[in-house]
């Protein structure tokens, strides 16, 4: 099995759980040099998490008792002791009050940003968390126990990730909402190419995925968009707080130097940059400027304008770039991209035509905003290579 990247994984060595690596349990830890006991990136002086795996809980109480990152102490970082708000069950048995915020629900968005946003003295007001290549995924424990993972697109992942579906159905009492990041892991970096495979392919390739939560949207019986970000980030701590991986949450810090060194420091293992999110916001759909991503530049931004193929399974697409040069996209899509692009772009697709430079199109109208890798040349001709599409703008 793949073993989660050096320096964003828990002092555990090798094979601590599927993923263990990014998210950060209540015994947290950090990159090398970057989290402390009881720093601000949760450490609550237990130091790396124990039992096996990083999300694991430590013997200290979740994150409720130390403010928005479970560390610093300042009474300034949080309300103080949260009240029991759903703690981590073993079946739909444990839940108190079921659910009361249904899929599907438009997630919070971030918007753009190029350079990561100060941090303002006491009292702080923004968050630091890795912001990691994978699937954004909403996780609902449903009722009778089941698991909806809800995409951007708000297609259930859950059948494309049953293991990860099972288990936050086993930790979680129902009426649990998270948000977070479906993530696998090979060649000690995050792979978001490995969670296009088939569940079965990854079994094979012994690529383990896991599920890292960042925020809170409910607990059982209560709906808590509307509480401010350091409060839910507080009851997220407590609600994972006996939570093993694959689940886990993610790694974040009220310190600025800190985020930096992250955001320097851990490229090469898949991260993809910094969001940086106000402690004050509440939950709510929709690109917003209260978080902000700051990203490396290894992928950009363009338009998807028309698909080559069947415009149910597309073999390829023909996208805008930046620049305004429309270029075709190779290598040819996975099974799992062509679905992706065909269920949000199939209906999109006008009739067959042939186009003077690219042969054989459908046009899409309007355009999709996609994720493109690199530009890369291939005999004389400019090609992109897809990532995904940004369904939510």
């Known amino acids: ?30 990159p090398s040099g970057a989290a402390g006991a009881g720093g601000p990136e949760g450490g609550g002086g237990a130091g790396p998490a124990r039992n096996g795996g990083p999300g694991r ?19 300034a970082d949080g309300p103080g002791p949260a009240r029991d708000p759903g703690r981590a069950g073993r079946g739909p048995a444990a839940g108190r009050g079921g659910l ?13 940003a190029d350079e990561l946003p ?24 449903l009722d009778d126990g089941k698991v909806v993972l809800q995409s951007r697109s708000r297609r259930d992942l859950a059948p494309e990730f049953p293991g990860i579906a099972a288990h936050l159905a086993d930790q979680l009492p129902p009426g649990v909402v998270l948000d977070g990041e479906l993530c696998a892991y090979r060649d000690g970096r995050l792979s978001f190419t490995d969670l296009l495979r088939s569940p079965a392919d990854r079994a094979r390739a012994g690529v383990p995925v896991s599920y890292i939560a960042f925020d809170l949207l409910a607990v059982p019986g209560r709906d808590v968009r509307g509480l401010p970000l350091r ?18 949450r993610v790694l974040a810090t009220l310190d600025e130097e800190t985020a930096r060194g992250w955001f320097r420091d851990l490229q090469d293992a898949g991260v993809e940059g910094i969001v940086a999110k106000t402690l004050s916001s509440t939950y709510r759909a ?36 930046a620049d ?15 679905r992706e692009v065909g269920a949000l772009a199939g209906d999109r697709a006008g009739p067959l035509v042939q186009d003077p430079e690219h042969g054989p199109v459908r ?10 890798r690199q530009l890369a040349v291939r005999q004389r001709q400019d090609y992109a290579t897809f990532i995904r599409v940004r369904s939510e703008g």
């Open 1 to 30: 099995m793949s073993r989660a990247p050096d320096g964003i994984r828990g002092d555990h060595g090798a094979g601590a759980g599927a993923g263990a690596g990014v998210g950060a349990g209540v015994g947290s830890w950090g």
């Open 57 to 75: 809980a430590s013997a200290a109480p979740a994150a409720s008792a130390r403010g928005p990152e479970g560390g610093s102490g300042d009474p």
């Open 100 to 112: 009361v915020v249904h899929p599907p629900v438009g997630v919070m968005r971030p918007r753009a």
């Open 118 to 141: 100060p941090q303002a003295a006491p009292p702080r007001e923004l968050q630091y968390s890795l912001k990691l290549d994978g699937f954004r995924a909403l996780a609902f424990v």
């Open 231 to 248: 409060t839910r980030w507080e009851l997220l701590g407590a609600a994972l707080s006996e939570a093993e991986p694959p689940l886990q």
């Open 286 to 321: 929709g690109s917003t400027w209260a978080w902000r991503k700051i990203r490396h530049t290894d992928t950009s931004d363009g338009l998807l304008l028309g698909v080559v193929g069947p415009p149910g399974r597309p073999r390829s697409l023909l996208v805008r770039l």
């Open 324 to 338: 305004g040069r429309t270029v075709p996209t190779a290598p040819r899509l996975t099974p799992a991209q062509s």
């Open 363 to 372: 046009w899409v109208d309007p355009p999709l905003p996609v994720e493109l």
